[in-house]
């Protein structure tokens, strides 16, 4: 274990497992809410889950207002225009629903309707110009539909400046939600694509996590479960959506991953995929998902062990990095992603643009090789 000390920081207070949104009234009572801010995108709204909610808040006495102006990668300007509906229709409360993106925006709605401005006033990268959340905000309770950000247990919020292209983030203990229920049926909706991408997000948490020089084995213990529940399940519930057990487990699995880079850091993939999102929209997971095995071979020379660990612990039958990361972009395709840049329309000249943005990133910092604009450019190119 070594003699290293080690910050160990998890956060998660809530309830698991099929039905439990049943119990959004009452959780919404007990931390004092009176009228929730349901904070979704449109597809929360169109396949009843917006609705369901209002009723079930309605039958424990609470009001709420749906706000559902939310985009995949989710823009300041809504979290602006989510905080100023908070404070106008006298909401007291925030209830997240759906995957990251509507998370990360009410997790950004709760701090601007508390302490005004905008949110990239408080990007945790703006160095000493950054305003800072000091708590004493409003109660959310997170209610996630996809199994793969974790951030109903991160302490995080990315949030896209749809001006400058660019992704950046809010950091502070308080962004915690204040409940959490993560019900496994409210995923069976996700269609193959969404459940394929999002799954490798939370494969890509726990693979990141696992080879920085903050994991410890209360990370790793996280990590090795997850990588057990998504080696097992993440392809069932992409075969057959309606497959409950294979939903919970990947549930289980994006939390425990979530917590696992919540304690560990993430590395140089997350750095190279958010420039993906910002700039070409697209979806978090499946940049992930191909950048992986890129960055894999990138880490061999310090990570080559605990690669193969992890991958063999998905079931796969590897014996060194190149393997483990050859492993990846095959079960990647199995479940019907793309595995190269060029397929999802990035183009050799994209490049230097998105490794300057992954450059700056604050991600790779904990990468455990270190990273430059240089080397994250050839990653790019290997992946095209
Ligand atoms: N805060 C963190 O710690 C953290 C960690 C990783 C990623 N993220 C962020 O999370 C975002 C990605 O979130 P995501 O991958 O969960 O996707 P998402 O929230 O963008 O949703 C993807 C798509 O799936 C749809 N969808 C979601 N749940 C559904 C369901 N149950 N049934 C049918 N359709 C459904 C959405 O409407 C959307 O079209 C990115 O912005 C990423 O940067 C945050
Ligand atoms: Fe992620």
């Known amino acids: 274990m070594g003699s290293a000390a080690y910050n160990i920081s998890v956060g998660f207070n809530g309830r698991f497992?099929?039905?439990?949104?049943?119990?959004?009234?009452?959780?919404?009572?007990?931390?004092?809410?009176k009228k929730a801010l349901i904070v979704c995108d449109p597809m929360m709204v169109k396949?009843?889950?917006?609705?369901?909610?209002?009723?079930?808040?309605?039958?424990?006495?609470?009001?709420?207002?749906?706000?559902?102006?939310?985009?995949?990668?989710?823009?300041?300007?809504?979290?602006?225009?989510?905080?100023?509906?908070?404070?106008?229709?006298?909401?007291?409360?925030?209830?997240?629903?759906?995957?990251?993106?509507?998370?990360?925006?009410?997790?950004?709605?709760?701090?601007?309707?508390?302490?005004?401005?905008?949110?990239?006033?408080?990007?945790?990268?703006?160095?000493?110009?950054?305003r800072e959340i000091k708590g004493d905000m409003a109660p959310m309770i997170v209610v996630p539909t996809t199994s793969g950000t974790?951030?109903?247990?991160?302490?995080?919020?990315?949030?896209?400046?749809?001006?400058?292209?660019?992704?950046?983030?809010?950091?502070?203990?308080?962004?915690?939600?204040?409940?959490?229920?993560l019900d496994p049926a409210l995923t069976l909706s996700m269609p193959p694509k969404v459940t394929a991408a999002t799954g490798m997000d939370a494969l890509v948490h726990s693979l990141e996590a696992y080879v920085t020089a903050s994991a410890n084995p209360i990370s790793d213990s996280f990590g090795r479960t997850s990588f057990m529940l998504i080696g097992k399940s993440l392809k069932k519930a992409v075969e057959n959506g309606e497959d409950m057990d294979a939903r919970s487990d990947m549930s289980m699995a994006s939390l425990l991953a979530g917590m696992a880079f919540a304690i560990a850091n993430l590395g140089a993939v997350h750095a190279l995929a958010h420039p993906l999102g910002g700039r070409h929209h697209i979806a978090h997971g499946l940049a992930n998902s191909?950048?992986?095995?890129?960055?894999?071979?990138?880490?061999?020379?310090?990570?080559?062990?605990?690669?193969?660990?992890?991958?063999?612990?998905?079931?796969?039958?590897?014996?060194?990095?190149?393997?483990?990361?050859?492993?990846?972009t095959n079960f990647a395709a199995e479940i019907g992603l793309p595995t190269k840049l060029s397929e999802i329309g990035i183009k050799e000249e994209d490049l230097i643009?998105?490794?300057?943005?992954?450059?700056?990133?604050?991600?790779?910092?904990?990468?455990?090789?270190?990273?430059?604009?240089?080397?994250?450019?050839?990653m790019y190119k290997k992946a095209l």
């Open 17 to 33: 497992g099929a039905g439990s949104l049943q119990e959004i009234g009452k959780i919404s009572q007990r931390a004092g809410i």
């Open 47 to 130: 396949i009843g889950y917006a609705e369901k909610i209002s009723g079930i808040l309605a039958e424990s006495g609470l009001g709420s207002v749906i706000f559902d102006q939310c985009v995949e990668n989710p823009r300041a300007l809504d979290v602006t225009a989510g905080a100023k509906v908070f404070n106008e229709q006298g909401c007291d409360g925030i209830v997240a629903l759906g995957g990251g993106s509507p998370i990360d925006q009410a997790k950004a709605i709760r701090v601007i309707a508390r302490y005004g401005g905008t949110a990239q006033d408080f990007n945790a990268m703006g160095g000493s110009r950054a």
């Open 150 to 181: 974790g951030s109903e247990a991160t302490r995080a919020a990315v949030i896209t400046d749809s001006e400058k292209n660019v992704k950046f983030f809010l950091v502070s203990p308080f962004l915690l939600p204040t409940n959490v229920i």
């Open 290 to 328: 191909i950048m992986m095995p890129h960055v894999m071979r990138y880490n061999a020379k310090t990570s080559e062990a605990k690669y193969v660990e992890a991958v063999k612990l998905m079931g796969k039958d590897v014996k060194n990095a190149e393997e483990a990361a050859q492993a990846i």
């Open 353 to 378: 643009q998105l490794s300057k943005d992954a450059a700056a990133d604050v991600n790779h910092y904990s990468n455990p090789v270190p990273c430059t604009e240089q080397t994250l450019l050839e």
